[in-house]
T-cell receptor
Framework: ETGVTQTPRHLVMGMTNKKSLKCEQH?????MYWYKQSAKKPLELMFV???????ENNSVPSRFSPECPNSSHLFLHLHTLQPEDSALYLC????????????FGSGTRLTVV | GESVGLHLPTLSVQEGDNSIINCAYS??????FIWYKQESGKGPQFIID?????DKRQGQRVTVLLNKTVKHLSLQIAATQPGDSAVYFC????????????FGTGTRLQVFP
């Protein structure tokens, strides 16, 4: 167990559905991240939250909406996705400005049909 | 543009041999580097890190070498085992005023008997 838990592990959704991905970290970290991992591409940073405040949004389409209600939880709300959004979505956490290594969750494998 | 890149997408080695995975980076301000291992169905896991004021760091069966002159990073795995089969990513932190990690595309290491 890495200390970062993501649910669900797998998700199949239609293009008109609304779903949410959940991430929880048990490490006492103060920064959390959403990454998208597609085949043969580098990990793409989507959102960064530091001390529960969104500090970065890397030109992500509005059909992806993050939420960070507290320092331990991070959500990614999905709405009206496209098939090209199918990917592995990874959550990570770190102790910003102290330890730069990220701890990743196992990811949610998302398939949009 | 600036990027973190890997020379080889796939590396095949025989069990017991040493493996060397390479990574090039282009940002001279990068001050911290990490190697991650990602096994099938899992998120990336921290292997070893190195700061820019060092040129070598050793862990258990792994060694990271940093050559700042040519902006090159390598991961050496001694006595490669089947359990080492995975995708390996390098990541860099670009300077003291950011915690964001930039990831490379990844190299797949295949270990055969």
């Amino acid at each position: 167990e890495t200390g970062v838990t993501q649910t669900p592990r797998h998700l199949v959704m239609g293009m008109t559905n609304k779903k949410s991905l959940k991430c929880e970290q048990h490490l006492g970290h103060n920064a959390m991240y959403w990454y998208k991992q597609s085949a043969k591409k580098p990990l793409e940073l989507m959102f960064v939250y530091s001390l529960e405040e969104r500090v970065e949004n890397n030109s992500v389409p509005s059909r992806f909406s993050p939420e960070c209600p507290n320092s331990s939880h991070l959500f990614l709300h999905l709405h009206t996705l496209q098939p090209e959004d199918s990917a592995l979505y990874l959550c990570a956490s770190s102790q910003a400005a102290v330890n730069y290594g990220y701890t990743f969750g196992s990811g949610t494998r998302l398939t949009v049909v | 543009g600036e990027s973190v890149g890997l020379h080889l997408p796939t590396l095949s080695v025989q069990e017991g041999d040493n493996s060397i995975i390479n990574c090039a980076y282009s940002n001279s301000a990068s001050d911290y580097f990490i190697w991650y291992k990602q096994e099938s169905g899992k998120g990336p896991q921290f292997i070893i890190d190195i700061r820019s004021n060092m040129d070598k760091r050793q862990g258990q069966r792994v060694t990271v070498l940093l050559n700042k002159t040519v902006k090159h990073l390598s991961l050496q795995i001694a006595a490669t085992q089947p359990g080492d089969s995975a995708v390996y990513f390098c990541a860099e932190k670009r300077g003291y005023n950011t915690d964001k990690l930039i990831f490379g595309t990844g190299t797949r290491l295949q270990v055969f008997p």
